[in-house]
Each structure stands twice: as structure tokens, then as C-alpha cells.
């Protein structure tokens, strides 16, 4: 699976869009970008993942560049419980295979 | 989405005894299921892979018979971390994959903390 780079962390105000980078340069024709985030303490939860085509859902949108060497997740209106730490994962979609998690992004949600 | 139940949340146990951890797919079958562990600040660190009935297969450095993995049913999977010691505790956490609708993602359970003292 390709790497990726993720800002370690992020602020961001209350209400505002919340716009979290992603690069994965290395990215081959048969992988998915997909976003998990985890709360302190909790379980990863799913976000959103995509091949080419920008993606929305109720949680988020994921814009793809053409190239797809790179990405960003859109949180639109950020609330305090947005804040968690943010993983981007390249992958195949394949069931078989584990998720490799990075480091992620803390993103905090300030008041 | 799918839902993941680990159980108990959190334990605290006597260092030299066994704990076992249950991961249960509440609404679909999962024929796999993962076993990740992470430390405080750290990331996720994948621990095994459970097929359901077959035995697991273990990630590099990760000793089998101290983290007994049992994924008897599509529903069950189960760690047992025996003769638990102090460096043991961590976030335990598991994901199932299933067949249909939930074959892409993973979906993941709310984690176990594992405090040995």
C-alpha cells in the first residue's frame, strides 16, 4: 500500500471548514483514499474513502486532485466533537487486508 | 453502518492472569477480523488476522501463545492475553470485514483498555 504524509496537527474554529491534507504521491491506479478519525479513547471510525471522483457524505467530502497524488478531507462546519486525531490510508480495496494506520492528524476545534 | 461491540471497555487485572477480550459483529457476518493494539500517542499497531474458522495469523513480533486469538464463529472473534504482565497494557482494539455492503470498509470496535497492574 502507498505512504502517506499527514500534518502532524491542526486547529481549527468552531463552525468553521475544517480542511485536512493528505498526501500520497505514490499512489497506484487500484487504491482507495479512505479517512478514519478516532476520539480519545475510542474505536477508529470510518469517514469517507474514494478512488478518483470527489465524494460526500453526511460526515464529510473528500476531494481528489486529478492526479490523485494527493487529497483533502472537508469537515464543513467543525464542532468541538470534530476533535479527534485523523488518519488518511491508502489501500486496495480488497476484504482481506488490514488497514495500516499512520500518525494521523490531531485536529483540535477550538471555541 | 455496520457495528463492531468489543467487550469489556476497559479491565484492570493482576499481573501473571489471563483476560479475554470479545469482538462481536452485531449486524453482518465477518469472515475476517483484525486484532490492533496502540499505546498511549502512538498509532495503531495491527497485532493478527482472525479468519473465521482457521487460526490466526500473527504479525512480526507478536507471540501466539501469549495473545490467543479464537474466531470460532462469522459473529466471535476473541483475544486472550494470558499471564498478563505490566507492559501488556494498552488499547486493544478490534475491526471485522464481512461479506456484502461491508466488504471495503472496516468498521471497528470502541476498543478495550487493559490496565495490568
Known amino acids: 500500500d502507498a505512504k502517506t504524509t499527514q500534518p502532524t496537527s491542526m486547529d481549527c474554529a468552531e463552525g468553521r471548514a475544517a480542511n485536512l491534507p493528505c498526501n500520497h504521491s505514490t499512489i497506484s491506479g487500484n487504491e482507495y483514499v479512505y479517512w478514519y478519525r478516532q476520539i480519545h479513547s475510542q474505536g477508529p471510525q470510518y469517514i469517507i474513502h474514494?478512488?478518483?471522483n470527489n465524494e460526500t457524505n453526511e460526515m464529510a467530502s473528500l476531494i481528489i486532485t486529478e492526479d490523485r497524488k494527493s487529497s483533502t478531507l472537508i469537515l464543513p462546519h467543525a464542532t468541538l466533537r470534530d476533535t479527534a486525531v485523523y488518519y488518511c490510508?491508502?489501500?486496495?480495496?480488497?476484504?482481506?487486508?488490514?488497514?495500516?494506520f499512520g500518525p494521523g492528524t490531531r485536529l483540535s476545534v477550538l471555541p | 453502518g455496520a457495528v463492531v461491540s468489543q467487550h469489556p471497555s476497559w479491565v484492570i487485572c493482576k499481573s501473571g492472569t489471563s483476560v479475554k477480550i470479545e469482538c462481536r459483529s452485531l449486524d453482518f457476518q465477518a469472515t475476517t477480523m483484525f486484532w490492533y493494539r496502540q499505546f498511549p500517542k502512538q498509532s495503531l499497531m495491527l497485532m493478527a488476522t482472525?479468519?473465521?474458522?482457521?487460526?490466526?495469523?500473527?504479525e512480526q513480533g507478536v507471540e501466539k501463545d501469549k495473545f490467543l486469538i479464537n474466531h470460532a464463529s462469522l459473529t466471535l472473534s476473541t483475544l486472550t492475553v494470558t499471564s498478563a504482565h505490566p507492559e501488556d497494557s494498552s488499547f486493544y482494539i478490534c475491526?471485522?470485514?464481512?461479506?456484502?455492503?461491508?466488504?471495503?470498509?472496516?468498521?471497528f470496535g470502541q476498543g478495550t483498555r487493559l490496565t495490568v497492574v
Open positions: 475491526s471485522a470485514r464481512g461479506i456484502g455492503r461491508e466488504n471495503t470498509e472496516a468498521f
Open positions: 474514494g478512488l478518483k
Open positions: 482472525s479468519n473465521e474458522g482457521s487460526k490466526a495469523t500473527y
Open positions: 490510508i491508502v489501500r486496495v480495496r480488497n476484504y482481506g487486508q488490514n488497514f495500516v
